[in-house]
């Protein structure tokens, strides 16, 4: 019959295209963020990069905000993989600290311009990537057997990974990326010296 609804309803894509649009979302925004910068590419040019509608980029992300975050995604598991591999040997727990904030000054280093898309300053553990972060220096501090303003000094120390300290000093003070591993070593001396 002519007038069957199943044969009028559009054909819904399937999840494997659904799929496909968002890793090529995800590839454009890269692409297009790498060569213009983050803060210069639209929603909308990154849709038309894609040749897909806006309702399309849309479903997948809400905002820039999270089409960022989604791009972090894999890297910020491959750094957890690899503390979660470092915690699990029993080398020195100040050792493991050490490499610990060095990886995260790096990472936040490397993606600087995706972290600060819609970062609110005045809160600084916005997602749960970043209080497993605070919560694992704040671990390896206790076992260092930091006791005194133990507190105070994991958000001290996960205050200096946050991605608007790493921005202001690489802008503001033309530090290294080496120059902030350096200093963030050295604050952690002087709390493990008060213990």
Same mark, same amino acid.
């Given at each position: +019959? ?7 309803? /559009? ?21 297009? &963020? ?8 639209? +929603? ?75 970062? /609110? ?38 205050? +200096? ?6 921005? &202001? ?27």
């Amino acid at each position: +019959m002519d007038d069957d609804p199943i044969l009028l309803q /559009p054909a819904r894509p399937s999840r494997a295209d659904a799929l496909r649009n968002r890793e090529l979302l995800l590839e454009t925004a890269q692409r297009l &963020f790498a060569a213009h910068g983050v803060e210069a590419v639209s +929603m909308s040019a990154i849709a038309e990069a894609a040749d897909v509608g806006k309702g399309t980029l849309y479903r997948h992300f809400a905002n820039k905000t999270d089409l960022c975050l989604a791009l972090l995604d894999q890297q910020q598991r491959a750094l957890q993989e690899r503390t979660l591999e470092r915690l699990r040997q029993n080398d020195d727990p100040e050792a493991k600290l050490r490499w610990f904030l060095r990886e995260v000054l790096t990472f936040v280093w490397q993606n600087l311009p995706l972290l600060l898309v819609g970062a /609110p300053e005045s809160h600084l553990v916005r997602t749960a990537a970043h209080a497993w972060w605070r919560q694992t220096v704040r671990g390896l501090l206790a076992q260092l057997g930091v006791k005194k303003h133990l507190d105070y000094a994991a958000d001290t120390l996960y205050v +200096m990974l946050e991605a608007h300290t790493v921005y &202001f000093q690489r802008q503001s003070r033309a530090c290294t990326l080496d120059e902030l591993i350096a200093g963030i070593h050295a604050l952690l001396d002087g709390f493990l010296s008060g213990r």
